[in-house]
């Protein structure tokens, strides 16, 4: 079974308007830890969030935010007001007790003027 | 302050060749990570480093690979006798094991083509 799922390959958003990137995992550690990255077309692997399992708040960053539901397994990225320059691949991750990341498939957003 | 350095940022090699791979972690951070991200197969882990504890290196995906980390810094990821499959960008990673997030920040990447 995949660890770190996600659905959307593509997304369009128009500039100004939010966006929800979806993630979903799977894992039985009582402990662990959900990322997500931002992979422009340069190659450079940014991050931008971060949620602890056992944080009773949706961790924000700034325009992201982390819509954390975890009875239903879920980590959900929203970007807020989007830019041109948020054009990149998304990855969630998630690390458990083996403290390696585990990457899902990524979702490529594309900003539109 | 600096952030993870990779080098060479590319490398191109002919298969059956020895190459070797340099990353340069963030200054204080104690764990260390390797990972490949090939077309198809997305971001693998490769093999993990954490102070002088012995590495986890569950993800290498066969012998020809090996890595080592010097006085708890630099390491250098070895790929012998190059196959095609091998061509990828290897991404190197390090973290703060003590900060509670134990986030994982990236350099840049070196891009290897097999020919």
């Known amino acids: 079974a995949q660890k770190i799922t996600q659905t959307q390959p593509g997304m369009f958003v128009q500039e100004k308007e939010a966006v929800t990137l979806d993630c979903t995992y799977d894992t039985s550690d009582p402990s662990y830890g959900l990322f997500w990255y931002k992979q422009p077309s340069s190659g450079e692997m940014i991050f931008l969030i971060y949620?602890?399992?056992?944080?009773?708040q949706n961790a924000t960053e700034g325009r992201y935010s982390l819509n954390f539901q975890k009875a239903r397994k879920s980590a959900n990225l929203v970007i807020s007001a989007s830019q041109l320059g948020d054009s990149a691949m998304y990855f969630c991750?998630?690390?458990?007790?083996?403290?390696?990341?585990?990457f899902g498939s990524g979702t490529q957003l594309t900003v539109l003027p | 302050g600096a952030g993870v350095s990779q080098s060479p940022s590319n490398k191109v090699t002919e298969k059956g060749k020895d190459v070797e791979l340099r990353c340069d972690p963030i200054?204080?951070?104690?764990?260390l990570y390797w990972y490949r991200q090939s077309l198809g197969q997305g971001l693998e882990f490769l093999i993990y480093?954490?102070?002088?504890?012995?590495?986890?290196k569950s993800g290498l995906p066969s012998d020809r690979f090996s890595a080592e980390r010097t006085g708890g810094s630099v390491s250098t990821l070895t790929i012998q006798r190059t196959q095609q499959e091998d061509s990828a960008v290897y991404l190197c990673?390090?973290?703060?094991?003590?900060?509670?997030?134990?986030?994982?920040?990236f350099g840049p990447g070196t891009r290897l083509t097999v020919l």
């Open positions: 949620q602890g399992s056992y944080d009773q």
């Open positions: 990673a390090s973290s703060l094991v003590r900060d509670h997030t134990d986030t994982q920040y």
């Open positions: 200054s204080g951070h104690t764990a």
């Open positions: 991750a998630m690390r458990e007790l083996t403290r390696q990341l585990t």
């Open positions: 480093f954490q102070g002088n504890s012995a590495p986890d």
